[in-house]
């Protein structure tokens, strides 16, 4: 059975999460240096069968896209999109996944030096973004 990958982009470090087969549970992955993402999704894409990603939107609080980090992800979808046709990619507001991500680090007991590494965070995020995803999903599937 075919997953939902969940993506965190960052400027240096991309959070990574999965969904289970049956897609309802996230899952954190891994979080990669963003400069080896693609390469990282070519050989985990060999492995697994990802029907979709869900990708974090950055956006401020009055609503606005994060235009810097937007243009980067939007090049990388590009690329992934040329690379991958098939899969389909989906984009969810990832207003507070920081804020959130941090806040189960210390609910987690992670001792302050845990918390300041952002391998741990940007994977933390990537399992919100698309565990909101999946809830949201199943949401609106209930109200069509």
């Known amino acids: 059975m075919s997953k939902i990958?969940?993506?965190?982009y960052g400027k240096i470090i991309t959070g990574l999460s999965i969904t289970d087969?049956?897609?309802i549970f996230a899952f954190g992955l891994n979080s990669v240096p963003t400069k080896n993402l693609m390469n990282f999704l070519e050989s985990f894409l060999d492995r697994e069968k990802i029907e979709k990603i869900?990708?974090?939107?950055?956006?401020?609080?009055?609503?606005?896209?994060?235009?810097?980090?937007?243009?980067?992800?939007q090049?990388?979808?590009?690329k992934f999109h040329i690379k991958y046709p098939k899969i389909i990619i989906?984009?969810?507001?990832?207003r507070f996944t920081s804020k959130i991500a941090f806040a189960t680090m210390i609910k987690l007991?992670?001792?302050?030096?845990?918390?300041?590494?952002?391998?741990?965070?940007?994977?933390?995020?990537?399992?919100?973004?698309?565990?909101s995803y999946l809830t949201k999903k199943d949401k609106d599937s209930l109200i069509n």
């Open 90 to 94: 989906k984009r969810l507001d990832e």
């Open 54 to 73: 869900v990708v974090g939107l950055p956006k401020k609080l009055n609503n606005q896209k994060e235009v810097l980090i937007e243009t980067e992800i």
């Open 5 to 8: 990958l969940g993506i965190d």
């Open 75 to 78: 090049k990388f979808l590009k």
């Open 109 to 131: 007991g992670l001792k302050r030096k845990k918390r300041r590494k952002k391998v741990i965070l940007n994977q933390i995020s990537a399992t919100i973004i698309l565990q």
């Open 21 to 23: 087969s049956k897609k």
